[in-house]
């Protein structure tokens, strides 16, 4: 069983910034990538960023604000978000490929808001 779990959402204010994690435990070795999507109340669900194979992608609509690391264990991934703006609220999801499978985590809730 592998289980992936989102921390670090929470309420900031416009122009701030927050770092989500995500880690994944059990049996997770290899994992070939590792995303951030997000999804808005009445959206679908949207791409922010994501990294494979040393190289990293992040969304139009983050570019130069998000950045998306690992640890050197590889099994956290981080998503730094900075100069936050009120439209990036949303529900935060981290996904990652693990032996050809695709896991989704539960979710974490950004609120921009001042």
């Known amino acids: 069983q592998v289980h992936l779990v989102e921390s670090g959402g929470g309420l900031v204010q416009p122009g701030g910034s927050l770092r989500l994690s995500c880690v994944a435990s059990g049996n997770i070795y290899p994992i070939s990538s590792m995303s951030w999507y997000r999804q808005a109340p009445g959206k679908e669900r949207e791409f922010v960023a994501g990294?494979?194979?040393?190289?990293?992608k992040v969304g139009d609509s983050v570019r130069g604000r998000f950045t998306i690391s690992r640890d050197k264990a590889g099994k956290t991934s981080y998503l730094q978000m900075d100069s936050l703006k009120t439209e990036d609220a949303a529900i935060y999801y981290c996904?990652?490929?693990?032996?050809?499978?695709?896991?989704w985590g539960q979710g974490t809730q950004v609120i921009v808001s001042s």
């Open positions: 996904r990652m490929s693990i032996r050809g499978h695709e896991l």
């Open positions: 990294s494979a194979g040393g190289a990293t």
